[in-house]
């Protein structure tokens, strides 16, 4: 469900306030390693596969402004890595530029000259190999966002959230920085898009929504939520939402199983030379769809759902319809949301 044509951001611009000077990039073997040592303690983590192409952004809660802070910003920007969706939605991946001019210039290679101007096609072409040399990682692979899509991150979030919350998962670090990325996102209208160039979608409110709620800085009271909830129900609620997202909210236990469309495991026993089989799914969509058959096929839900503070208020934060949704989600799949909405009103009143 679309709101409109375009996204609503006309926001302020912003700067990244989750503490960016404490933030490292590192990939290949120096990634690996990381991750291998942050395991150290309790089990001996041997990473597979081959480290080249792998980048991830490790906290250093001891780094300093004085010794840590960014210092290059090129290709635009500023030391404050501001970042303004009205103009642009995409970060440019600012951090991670500077980060790698830093470690460029740390080696002793000297920066190229921002004010020169080419002379002509020639001269462009090399300034602009001169800069992407400096991007390029020691492996030999350009790293680089792979943001956008707001039905991803969520599907992490709930995972952590329903395996134990466990700090080694996701650090308060990287929930603040989760929170901060989501807030900057929301729109004027109180909804977030599919992705970040999307007008508002029920997909992309519900998943960032309840992602924000998960994460822990985020109360019902906030006023970002109160506007989430405000564009949910202009818009029939939660029920309205897509198929993805209803699958994590039945995985959180805010939604009846019932609720959700079939999502047979069955699919992938069939034998592999039909055509139709799951394995021949583009594999992106076959390595979602596998896990999703599984957990739909066995019911999974939160097994503290009945119980956390969180999962009991959600039930009443998403719906337009709060004392009798649970019943209505059983009923029905969204076709005749309304009509059942409606009539369990009218046996209610």
Known sequence: MHTNAHPRTHLPTRTLACACHRWRFLSAQESHAHTEAEHANGCALKLTGVPEGRQIWAYDAAATKADSAPRNVLAGGDKSMPFSPQSNPNTADLLFRARQTDKWEDEGNALPNRRARPRDVLDAARKATAFYEM???????????YGGPHFLLPGLVTVWYVTGRSEAFLSAAHRRAMTHYLRCHQQTDGGWGTHIESPSTMMGTVLSYVSLRMLGFAEKDDPAMVRGREFMRAHGGALYTASWAKFYLCVLGVMEWEGHNSTP??????PNWLPF?????????????LPMAYLYGIRFVYHLADVDPLTLSLREELYEVRACVRACVRACACLCVRACIRAFVSHAL
């Open 135 to 145: 991007l390029q990682c020691d492996d030999g692979h350009f790293a680089g966002d």
């Open 277 to 289: 089989h799951p394995g021949r799914l583009w594999c992106h969509c076959r390595m979602v769809y």
């Open 265 to 270: 495991v069955e699919m992938f026993m069939l």
